[in-house]
């Protein structure tokens, strides 16, 4: 069992910025990967951004890429994602979650999530 606790959503005005958290409380198998999805009211849930637990290499959606960063701390088992640049468009609950591949993309890739931290960016 693998528990994971997200944290640093809140209200932003657009062009803001953000840094999620997600503290994985077990410790974990370092091979795989780690994500962050989100969700929209009214919508499916959609893949965000992936890092490899161990090798730093990351994978962003297209919408994302150049505006957020995901990175690892792995002495404080933590994954972050700083958004920058928020667009009205990227308000939703935001989930992180650990993978079962080296660098999971797709949401059966994913076995743990967390519990979800509200994004909220106002025009």
């Known amino acids: 069992q693998v528990e994971l606790v997200a944290s640093g959503g809140g209200l932003v005005q657009t062009g803001g910025s953000l840094r999620l958290s997600c503290l994985v409380a077990?410790?974990?198998?370092?091979?795989?990967?780690m994500g962050w999805f989100r969700q929209a009211p009214g919508k499916e849930r959609e893949f965000v951004a992936a890092?490899?637990?161990?090798?730093?290499?990351?994978y962003y959606q297209n919408s994302v890429k150049g505006r957020f960063t995901i990175s690892r701390d792995n002495a404080k088992n933590t994954v972050y994602l700083q958004m920058n640049s928020l667009k009205p468009e990227d308000t939703a609950v935001y989930y992180c979650?650990?993978?079962?591949?080296?660098?999971?993309?797709?949401?059966?890739?994913?076995?743990?999530w967390g519990q979800g931290t509200q994004v909220t960016v106002s025009s």
């Open positions: 077990e410790r974990t198998d370092s091979s795989f990967g």
């Open positions: 979650a650990h993978g079962t591949t080296y660098l999971p993309r797709t949401l059966d890739e994913y076995d743990y």
């Open positions: 890092i490899s637990w161990k090798g730093g290499v990351t």
